[in-house]
């Protein structure tokens, strides 16, 4: 299986940055799309970044030109770079990923635990 471990969360002040990591690890074969989602209590969870295996990256319309994704594939990490937060991107935050493991032969989906973001005004 694949374990995700996500850490970097933590409280911050608006208009400050934080940077989120996530370790993929396992008995893994290969990932393709590594991301980060949030969530908000009584809501659902929303798309904030995906990237590809080459790099491609994708944003939520309300995090671009705020938030950067990027992937180190020799270490299977995943990171979020946050720039000028907004108290509107409190949330937890969940990394994501679809891979294949050796268990199982099957592309499939993974979830971390969640780290919180919070962001005062």
């Known amino acids: 299986q694949v374990q995700l471990v996500e850490s970097g969360g933590g409280l911050v002040q608006a208009g400050g940055s934080l940077r989120l990591s996530c370790a993929a690890s396992?008995?893994?074969?290969?990932?393709?799309?590594m991301g980060w989602y949030r969530q908000v209590p009584g809501q659902q969870r929303e798309l904030v970044a995906l990237?590809?295996?080459?790099?491609?990256?994708n944003y939520a319309d309300s995090v671009k030109g705020r938030f950067t994704i990027s992937r180190d594939n020799a270490k299977n990490t995943v990171y979020l770079q946050m720039n000028s937060l907004k108290p509107e991107d409190t949330a937890v935050y969940y990394c994501?990923?679809?891979?294949?493991?050796?268990?199982?032969?099957?592309?499939?989906?993974?979830w971390g635990q969640g780290t919180q973001v919070t962001v005062s005004s």
């Open positions: 994501n990923c679809n891979a294949v493991s050796r268990t199982t032969w099957s592309l499939r989906a993974y």
């Open positions: 396992g008995t893994i074969l290969s990932i393709n799309v």
């Open positions: 990237i590809t295996s080459g790099g491609i990256t």
